[in-house]
C-alpha cells in the first residue's frame, strides 16, 4: 500500500494506494496548518481502511512548486517516516498530479508565485501518460502567454481561479477554465504516478528536492545584503 501525500498549497491532501486504486483518500483546506494534522490526518485515514502504519510499503510525496512552507511540511513528513518506518520515498511535482486529475488532454497548470508572477507548467497527455511541454517554470503572464500553443488550452491549478481573466485577457481567446475542484495537487493522483519509482526502491534524500523556482525570503535578504556589501 503506498501513502500519497501534498501539502504544497492550502490543501492537503493524502491517499491510500494499492493494486490500481484509491482504498481511501483525504482532503481540507487547513489555512497553511498542514503541520498540525497531517498526522492526525493519516491515523484517521488508516482507521477508516482497518490498517496500520506498517501497512504502507511506501511514500509518494509533492515536491510543489507552492508554498515553500507546505512544500517543506509535506517533504520533512515523508522523509521521517520513510526513514522511521524502513519503507521508500520518492517525489512527484505537484503540478504534474494537477494535471493527471484534471481529466483534460491538455493542461496549463499555474499558481501564483507573488510580485506579479506565477508557477506555470503546460502538460499534453499521451498514450502512455502525460508529457511535460514546458516544465514548472517562474514565469510573467505575458511571457507565458508566449510560451503557449496557438490552439486552445485548457486551464486549471491553486492558481486558475484568480488569474484566468488575467490570462484569457492576454491572451484573446483559446483558453479553457476547468472546474475549481479540479485545481488542486491530489494525493490520489501522485501515489500512481510515483509507484514506478517506489516499487525501484525510492528515490534518494538528495534527490527528493523542493521544486521552490524562486528563492525564499530569506535569501533574498542574504543577497541583497551581500550586493550592498560588495558594492560598499
Known amino acids: 500500500m503506498i501513502l500519497g501525500l501534498d501539502t504544497s498549497s ?3 491532501s493524502l491517499a491510500l494506494w ?3 486504486r484509491i482504498l481511501e483518500e483525504h482532503a481540507q483546506f487547513s489555512d497553511r496548518r498542514h503541520n498540525e494534522i497531517i498526522l492526525p490526518a493519516l491515523e484517521s485515514l488508516l482507521f477508516k481502511i482497518n490498517r496500520v502504519p506498517r501497512d504502507i510499503s511506501g511514500i509518494v510525496v509533492g515536491l510543489g512548486p507552492g508554498s515553500f512552507t507546505g512544500v517543506r511540511v509535506g517533504i520533512a513528513t515523508a522523509q521521517g517516516l520513510g526513514q ?3 519503507i521508500p520515498v520518492a517525489g512527484v511535482s505537484s503540478f504534474l498530479a494537477v494535471a493527471a486529475g484534471s481529466r483534460s488532454n491538455t493542461a496549463l497548470v ?3 508565485a507573488r510580485q506579479k508572477m506565477l508557477y506555470a507548467a503546460f502538460y499534453r497527455k ?3 501518460g502525460w508529457e511535460t511541454v514546458m516544465p514548472e517554470t517562474l514565469i510573467s503572464i505575458p511571457d507565458l502567454v508566449k510560451q503557449l500553443p496557438a490552439t486552445a488550452v ?3 491549478g491553486p492558481g486558475a481561479q484568480e488569474f484566468f481573466e488575467a490570462l484569457f485577457r492576454a491572451r484573446g481567446g483559446e483558453l479553457h477554465l476547468l472546474p475549481q475542484e479540479r485545481h488542486w495537487p491530489g494525493a490520489g493522483e501522485l501515489a500512481p504516478l510515483g509507484e514506478e519509482r517506489i516499487l525501484a ?3 534518494s534524500w538528495e534527490d527528493i528536492m523542493p521544486l521552490y523556482l524562486r528563492r525564499t525570503q530569506a535569501e533574498e535578504v542574504r543577497a541583497r545584503r551581500k550586493a550592498e556589501q560588495g558594492g560598499a
Open 201 to 203: 526502491g525510492g528515490m
Open 10 to 12: 492550502a490543501r492537503l
Open 126 to 128: 499521451k498514450e502512455y
Open 110 to 112: 499555474i499558481a501564483d
Open 84 to 86: 522511521s518506518m524502513g
Open 154 to 156: 485548457n486551464v486549471t
Open 18 to 20: 494499492e493494486q490500481g
